[in-house]
């Protein structure tokens, strides 16, 4: 009831990756590229547990601090820096290009395999940026020394 004494705490995991998971064609919609993708997505069974156990550990902050009243609410779920439906050896190599379209690299959070980073692994995908674009120049570039420094 006093809003100026209410504090919330969001508790952000990664999930765990499952085999099932992934993206392909749905050859039954099309747009005017062609089929569109399809994004197959499940939680690891894993996963609820692992964010009532951080729930738990919010409560318990909350209450050493003296809280009178803590209120959990369970959020809709939400699909946020996407990874591993590109993972890097099994559909890319460790350059970021994929293995059955040369010249095709894959520079965002789909490479990744897992939650490197927590679960907001930006300064992961920004790095994992820079690194791809240091195999490009590398491989059909002849190389830049310091690509950060010759821009």
């Known amino acids: 009831a006093d809003y100026r004494r209410t504090l919330t705490l969001i508790c952000h995991t990664d999930d765990r990756p499952r085999q099932d998971n992934g993206v392909s064609l749905d050859e039954t919609t099309e747009d005017e590229h062609g089929p569109v993708p399809l994004v197959e997505w499940d939680a690891h069974p894993e996963d609820d547990a692992r ?54 690299f894959i520079a965002d959070h789909s490479a990744l395999s897992n939650g490197v980073g927590g679960a907001n692994p930006t300064h992961s995908g920004q790095a994992l940026a820079l690194r791809t674009a240091e195999h490009v120049t590398d491989r059909y570039f002849d190389g830049i020394v310091d690509p950060i420094g010759s821009v």
Not at 60 to 75: C, F, K, S, Y
């Open 51 to 104: 964010r009532d156990d951080l729930a738990r550990r919010a409560a318990a902050i909350l209450e050493e601090a003296g809280a009178e009243h803590i209120h959990r609410t369970d959020a809709a779920p939400i699909l946020l820096h996407m990874q591993s439906s590109m993972a890097m050896v099994q559909v890319l190599d460790t350059g970021c290009e994929a293995k059955d379209v040369g010249r095709l």
